[in-house]
């Protein structure tokens, strides 16, 4: 089973304690690309500017995404500058270009309308919704999002979440939008907005999942030495979306093993800038390290 994702492909500036780099390819469909395509066809729905370099789309097209709805026009690509200092789980943003990000409406192909996994990476709420508007029949459903839609599009998004199986928001996000500190309490505000399923974010903290009669939690993998944590959302996201794809199944034991998957992804993603780590990445790594993740509950 394939899967669809609609969100940005950017140009990132990061500077982390460990260094700094900049016009890296990143944003949210890039990142979730590079872990969902370790078990699924990841089909990229973005828009880039003429300035986007040639070697990056060379780069995606090398690590098998499909790249026919990633549409180029007149412009600058989308860009974004930012540092991590002292809590690497919060960057702070030092300028946005949203260049075409301003006018983009996806545009896909007909047989992309009926692929039945659809993750609505961070971007805006009524782009989210007219793709989905365009998708036939879906099976699944997930959608991020950030506090700027949260804060500005707050009824936008509310209409979207009405839509969606599967809601993924950090920790900020999520008692943001439903107005409740207690994470649980929390999550089934969000739940009762539309959604099945809540995952949130917790950074280093791990993922809290809610569903409904059905709550656990799970810990980050630990990690000595975080380098860049940008990305590492949209690549956990990858990560659950694309096993699930996969398994085509929604049991409590299958939705444990895509969280356990994206958190894993998620841990490779800290260890280098953009997505140096990511795109070296292979099923193989992730199976190793799986394996000692769970070593660190055999009690």
């Known amino acids: 089973m394939s899967i669809i994702v609609l969100g940005t492909v950017a140009l990132d500036t990061v500077k982390t304690p460990l260094g700094s780099k900049n016009n890296l390819l990143g944003g949210s469909a890039a990142h979730f690309s590079m872990s969902a395509r370790l078990f699924t066809q990841v089909n990229l729905v973005a828009i880039i500017g003429e300035d986007?370099?040639?070697?990056y789309?060379?780069?995606?097209?090398?690590?098998?995404?499909?790249?026919?709805?990633?549409?180029?026009?007149?412009?600058?690509?989308?860009?974004?500058?930012?540092?991590?200092e002292g809590d690497l789980n919060t960057a702070l943003t030092h300028h946005t270009e949203l260049g075409v990000l301003t006018i983009f409406k996806p545009r896909i192909t007909a047989a992309q309308r009926g692929i039945k996994n659809i993750f609505l990476a961070n971007v805006d709420p009524d782009i989210q919704r007219?793709?989905?508007?365009?998708?036939?029949?879906p099976h699944l459903v997930g959608l991020d999002s950030m506090n700027y839609w949260i804060q500005h599009k707050r009824s936008a998004l509310k209409r979207v979440l009405k839509k969606i199986d599967i809601f993924v928001a950090n920790d900020q996000e999520a008692r943001s939008l439903s107005g409740?500190?207690?994470?649980?309490?929390?999550?089934?505000c969000l739940s009762s907005y539309g959604p099945k399923m809540v995952l949130i974010k917790?950074?280093?903290?791990?993922?809290?999942?809610y569903r409904?009669?059905?709550?656990?939690?799970l810990p980050a993998y630990p990690i000595r030495k975080v380098v860049d944590p940008t990305g590492a959302g949209d690549t956990f996201a990858g990560g659950f979306m694309g096993y699930l794809a996969?398994?085509?199944?929604?049991?409590?034991?299958?939705?444990?093993r895509a969280l356990a998957y994206g958190t894993i992804a998620a841990s490779f993603n800290v260890e280098d800038f953009g997505l140096y780590r990511t795109s070296r990445l292979t099923h193989a790594d992730l199976q190793n390290r799986l394996r000692k993740f769970k070593n660190c509950f055999h009690l």
């Open 52 to 55: 986007f370099p040639q070697p």
């Open 57 to 84: 789309i060379q780069f995606l097209h090398q690590r098998g995404i499909v790249l026919t709805s990633l549409m180029q026009e007149k412009g600058k690509t989308f860009k974004w500058e930012g540092s991590y």
């Open 130 to 137: 007219h793709l989905l508007t365009h998708m036939q029949n």
């Open 180 to 188: 409740e500190q207690n994470l649980i309490k929390a999550a089934q």
């Open 202 to 209: 917790k950074g280093e903290h791990g993922v809290l999942f």
């Open 212 to 217: 409904k009669k059905q709550t656990f939690a």
């Open 246 to 256: 996969k398994a085509r199944k929604l049991d409590e034991r299958t939705i444990k």
